[in-house]
């Protein structure tokens, strides 16, 4: 994945970033996209989207995959932060 940010080498996008977030958690609670996708009101193919960073999801979105895995939307977005390297800003293009 190509990384991006004030650390080229050490922070990725915030869309790849959620990737992995999403991705670490939902294997965590050991559940499908399938299985997320249904308990979330999304399809499978757009929660892989989400999981290959293809997508950037909505707040909604993000409330709904957080309840779906039982997690706290701000334990979502901390992991996201977290990959980041912390509070993420716009680059100027």
């Not at 892989?48 to 997690?71: D, V, Y």
């Amino acid at each position: 994945m190509q990384k991006r940010g004030r650390d080229q080498a050490a922070a990725f996008t915030p869309e790849e970033a959620f990737a992995k977030a999403l991705q670490r958690i939902r294997r965590e609670h050991q559940i499908s996209q399938e299985e997320l996708g249904f308990q979330s009101g999304y399809h499978r193919t757009y929660i892989s989207l989400l999981e290959r960073g293809k997508m950037n999801p909505t707040l909604r979105t993000i409330l709904s995959l957080s309840a779906a895995l039982e997690i706290p939307a701000a334990e979502l977005v901390s992991s996201v932060e977290r990959l980041l390297g912390g509070p993420w800003h716009r680059q100027p293009d």
